[in-house]
T-cell receptor
Framework: QKEVEQNSGPLSVPEGAIASLNCTYS??????FFWYRQYSGKSPELIMF????GDKEDGRFTAQLNKASQYVSLLIRDSQPSDSATYLC????????????FGKGTKLSVIP | EAQVTQNPRYLITVTGKKLTVTCSQN?????MSWYRQDPGLGLRQIYY???????DKGDVPEGYKVSRKEKRNFPLILESPSPNQTSLYFC???????????????FGPGTRLLVL
């Protein structure tokens, strides 16, 4: 059974700080990793995806992947109250499938 | 505009009354999937489809049916709804996308279902 684990939170950070969200996965063969943001009652929307070990930056967001440790993280710099949402980590296994396994999400609250 | 649409967005029904939630995508995606989301349980996959006439069970398929007769549509059928199927349902699609990763799943707006 493939598993994706996230701290449920809530994670509270002050406005302007860095928010760090973490995710571990059980399937060592996993190849693609995604971070989705979900506002309450809304559908998940993709923030970033990452394939290779290391960092990938997109604006205020940085995804970090360490396949040896089976760990992926999302850093949000200069956190804004509008970043308050639940962040879902999703992992795709090997080639030939589009199936994603989702973590249960971490709720982030950015305090003004 | 590229999108996944679901209908209805909200539905209140009674136990045992068959219902269908429609899902349609205009991105020519091969892969489509249905999830339910419940507090504390996260997104759980119900059924998925790799292409027309190809469907398979996800993690929680009991009480649900699907069909994929056309590439763009993937309806979710509840033959005899029960109160434990009260949930928020999402349809998603992916594949055959240029630019972004083809595995990126795009979600519909959700259908909130209450079974009394």
């Amino acid at each position: 059974q493939k598993e994706v684990e996230q701290n449920s939170g809530p994670l509270s950070v002050p406005e302007g700080a860095i928010a760090s969200l973490n995710c571990t996965y059980s399937d060592r063969g996993s190849q693609s990793f995604f971070w989705y943001r979900q506002y309450s009652g809304k559908s998940p929307e993709l923030i970033m995806f990452i394939y290779s070990n290391g960092d990938k930056e997109d604006g205020r967001f940085t995804a970090q992947l360490n396949k040896a440790s089976q760990y992926v993280s999302l850093l949000i710099r200069d956190s804004q109250p509008s970043d308050s949402a639940t962040y879902l980590c999703a992992v795709k296994a090997g080639a030939g499938s589009y199936q994603l396994t989702f973590g249960k999400g971490t709720k982030l609250s950015v305090i003004p | 505009e590229a999108q996944v649409t679901q209908n209805p967005r909200y539905l209140i029904t009674v136990t045992g009354k068959k219902l269908t939630v429609t899902c349609s995508q205009n991105m020519n995606h091969e892969y489509m999937s249905w999830y339910r989301q419940d507090p504390g349980l996260g997104l759980r996959q119900i059924y998925y489809s790799m292409n027309v006439e190809v469907t398979d069970k996800g993690d929680v398929p009991e009480g649900y049916k699907v069909s994929r007769k056309e590439k763009r549509n993937f309806p979710l059928i509840l033959e005899s709804p029960s109160p434990n199927q009260t949930s928020l349902y999402f349809c998603a699609s992916s594949g055959n996308a240029s630019g972004r990763a083809p595995e990126t799943q795009y979600f519909g707006p959700g259908t909130r279902l209450l079974v009394l």
